[in-house]
């Protein structure tokens, strides 16, 4: 009886456990892509996006194109042609949350498909208290509500057409609305398409050097907040120098009011209102990190001459001169970034990585020496041309994209070594860098002949900007990118005296991964690294030495 039992209890179970074994494993859960965030890499910090360090090749579009599905549908292939690998894109107050508490996410979820679709990432500007020291990105429940939403004054106590940052409903109500978007994105957009926040947009007070609101000016006679006097003496020998001398007009006192501890000039109001802009805003990135905690950024209209004062650009905008109480301010935000449509791109770029400011240039002109020298000289995390879908395929940004999309592995690593330079033409013919043991001469506008003498009839014409980055890619081994360069070597280190260049390979890369093409020599080579243009190209020298 018991053995007929077992027999049947095998017959019935044993299948079932033999198939049990047999079948495939269930799929394991794909891993949550890492969050984008900034490291410490060597001698620089950068954008990790993968957990791999990722340079933003990107364009902002302008300010309404996102506001409607059907008109960015064309305008997608097109940046898909520019080689971007972002898009500086836009979520803003109005659309989010027409009604109050009632959200709407529908064009936002678009964009983010779009962009991930067309294999970019996105950074996203907040358009919501502040739009060119505007507010015309707010709801219109916010706008119409002047009691609720204080607006700055002027001296004659007249409402302007911005929020006051001392509101505490409206900081309430952004941050507020923001928190919501961001929880949104986290989990919507798990593969971390969006990468970067800009919090608000070139943020500050036009027409006066500060705020004259019943809140401000009773703000203005208490005595300056703890926070910003702590953090003043604690850094009081690393300031800038805007700030110290503004501080130091009444004796570098610790306590007292704005007044009694700043004066009363316009820079003084400018320390006032960057305190009270940078501290909003600080508070609204901070209920966004919450929810989900990619860098933050916020954007400055830039002083647009010496001697201009502050309402002439926004005052108590994050300018490079007040980064300092910035920092104090909103230390939620990792870093502050111009929007450079000035003439001297490089003392602009100088002045914003004072004291250990992270570079991203989110506006700015299309132009690929300014690019090149961004990303070669200052590590920057990205670099974003205004208005990008304006630009044709044809553009020389589109070839420049090209060109470095596949690089961002080596030249990453270059910059985290401190192996990399920046060859740009100026008012000098030539330019000298050290690098990897060797002195190298880059000439700029000629080939190995120099510039070719045009025939008396002939007007002359005026020779394509030089430029490039060089990155120390391995001993004796060189990468350079760029066009109408050229370069000879010298040693610049112990050990044989001659230095003399060995191979030069044409090529690309893609994914990080070398793909040679030509080897040159004879004309092409001649003793000399030779890049003629007009395109950027992408060569591999390896030196020797000997005596």
């Not at 919507?188 to 007070?205: A, C, K, R, W, Y």
């Not at 250990?356 to 590590?379: D, K, T």
Request: with cysteine; proline share 7%.
């Amino acid at each position: 009886m018991r053995q007929s039992f077992v027999s049947i209890l095998t017959a019935i179970f044993l299948p079932a456990f033999l198939a049990a074994q047999n079948a495939p494993a269930p799929a394991a859960k794909a891993p949550a892509a890492a969050m984008p965030h900034l490291q410490k890499n060597g001698v620089v910090t950068q954008m990790m996006v993968d957990g791999k360090p990722f340079i933003m090749l990107a364009g902002e579009l302008h300010n309404s194109s996102a506001s409607s599905t059907a008109y960015m549908q064309p305008i997608w292939k097109k940046l898909e042609a520019l080689n971007l690998n972002t898009v500086v894109g836009t979520a803003s107050w109005e659309l989010v949350e027409p009604e109050e508490g009632k959200f709407d996410f529908a064009l936002l979820d678009s964009e983010i498909r779009d962009a991930r679709r067309h294999n970019m990432r996105l950074a996203l500007i907040w358009f919501a208290t502040w739009k060119n020291a505007n507010a015309s990105y707010v709801p219109l429940w916010v706008k119409k509500d002047t009691q609720r939403f204080p607006r700055v004054q002027n001296k004659a106590g007249v409402n302007q057409e911005s929020l006051t940052p001392l509101g505490e409903a409206s900081l309430a109500a952004d941050s507020k609305a923001f928190r919501v978007l961001m929880r949104h994105i986290r989990e919507f957009d798990p593969q971390h398409t969006v990468i970067l926040m800009q919090v608000e947009n070139e943020s500050g007070q036009l027409g006066d050097s500060r705020d004259r609101s019943p809140l401000a000016e009773s703000a203005w006679n208490k005595p300056v907040p703890a926070e910003l006097m702590n953090y003043l003496q604690k850094n009081k020998a690393d300031l800038l120098p805007e700030v110290t001398k503004v501080w130091g007009v009444n004796g570098f006192k610790t306590s007292g009011t704005w007044p009694e501890v700043f004066g009363t000039d316009a820079y003084a109001d400018e320390i006032f209102q960057a305190w009270y802009v940078g501290r909003y805003i600080g508070k609204v990135a901070e209920a966004g990190k919450a929810e989900l905690p990619i860098p933050m950024y916020a954007n400055a209209w830039l002083v647009q001459s010496d001697g201009q004062l502050p309402g002439g650009y926004p005052s108590g905008g994050p300018v490079s001169r007040v980064m300092n109480i910035w920092r104090a301010a909103a230390p939620q935000l990792d870093l502050f970034a111009p929007d450079i449509y000035l003439p001297d791109f490089q003392g602009v770029c100088n002045s914003f990585t004072r004291s250990g400011n992270l570079l991203f240039i989110p506006e700015a002109r299309a132009s690929v020496p300014n690019l090149f020298y961004a990303i070669g000289q200052h590590a920057a995390l990205g670099y974003s041309p205004f208005g990008i879908e304006d630009l044709n395929e044809d553009n020389p940004l589109a070839g420049a994209y090209k060109a470095l999309g596949g690089a961002i592995p080596a030249i990453a690593k270059a910059q985290s070594e401190g192996k990399v330079v920046v060859a740009l033409q100026g008012t000098e013919a030539s330019q000298t860098v050290s690098l990897g043991g060797y002195k190298m001469t880059i000439s700029f506008g000629g080939g190995r002949r120099g510039p070719q003498t045009p025939p008396p009839a002939q007007a002359p014409q005026a020779a394509p900007a030089g430029y490039g980055l060089i990155l120390n890619t391995a001993p004796d081994e060189f990468v350079f990118l760029g066009t109408g360069i050229s370069a000879s070597f010298a040693a610049d280190s112990p050990g044989p005296k001659i230095a003399v260049i060995g191979t030069v390979d044409e090529g690309r890369f893609a994914q990080g991964v070398w793909i040679p093409g030509r080897r040159l020599n004879g004309d092409e080579g001649g003793g000399r690294v030779q890049m003629r243009g007009p395109g950027i190209g992408i060569l591999k020298v390896k030196v020797y030495r000997h005596d």
